[in-house]
């Protein structure tokens, strides 16, 4: 595996691989891998000739009180995951390099970042898909694959991807569990073992919608309620908000007749987690 840190690096060697015909397949992230990274890139290794995995802080798309400065970092660690499980290049590049002093050039899209984490976190999506632009223009990968705990990041990179006509293919991985149904984040390292432990109401909530779903139920209020009502039986969980809404279009539905996300982001002590179901038309 090779471990490349410059920019212009990176884009030399992205050149070579397109001119000769190498399918890329790459996959960003920002460290501290996890076994949800892993199933990532484990995909991505089975359909490409050469693996290309970025590990990049971006502060971008941290809001002043957010994270950043404590966001977890190993890149010995990182290295040694992607070696294992047969990485070819390892981009982890200087925010000094990606972000020169003088940088003053955003990409923004304007409709599907607006709800759900968008109202939380006005300014992240500017810089999630200022910083996937830039890594496609350097990697000029074939196809990339993201996380669909991250939802809504896929949905807004899916249209930045079509509107701005990059040449890249986006693929969504499943979301990757712990045993008691908690989503893999590299957030979870913040909970304490007592928000540990509450913190798998999420998937609980969810997965009770589902069942409800199933059952009959196809009102968005009562099966909000549900969720809000899981989170509150906790002591220490905060619901940001839980949402039912269009996959094409992010917007709230009230009753669920076709595609729709069901969407929760709830603080746990100081960790701010993010889940997700999709119910697809054909199971209701
Ligand atoms: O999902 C993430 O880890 C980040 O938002 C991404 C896509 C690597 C951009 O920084």
Redesign the pocket.
Known sequence: MRLVHGVKEMQTISRGLREGGRKVGFV???GYLHDGHLSLIRLARGMCDTLVVSV?V?PT?FGPSEDFARYPRDLERDKRLCESEGTDILFAPETSDMYPEDFSTYVVEEKLSLPLCGRSRPTHFRG?TT??AKLFNIVQPTFAV??QK?AQ?AFVIKRMVRDLNFDVEIIVAPIVREKDGLAMSSRNRYLSPKERKEATAIFRALSRVRQMVQEGERRALPLIKVIRDEIVRTETGQLDYAEIVDTKTLSPVEVIDDDVLVAVAAWFGDARLIDNIIIRKDEL
Request: proline content about 8%; cysteine-free.
């Open positions: 960003p992230t920002m990049f971006n798309q999630v910083v996937v993201f996380g991250d990041q």
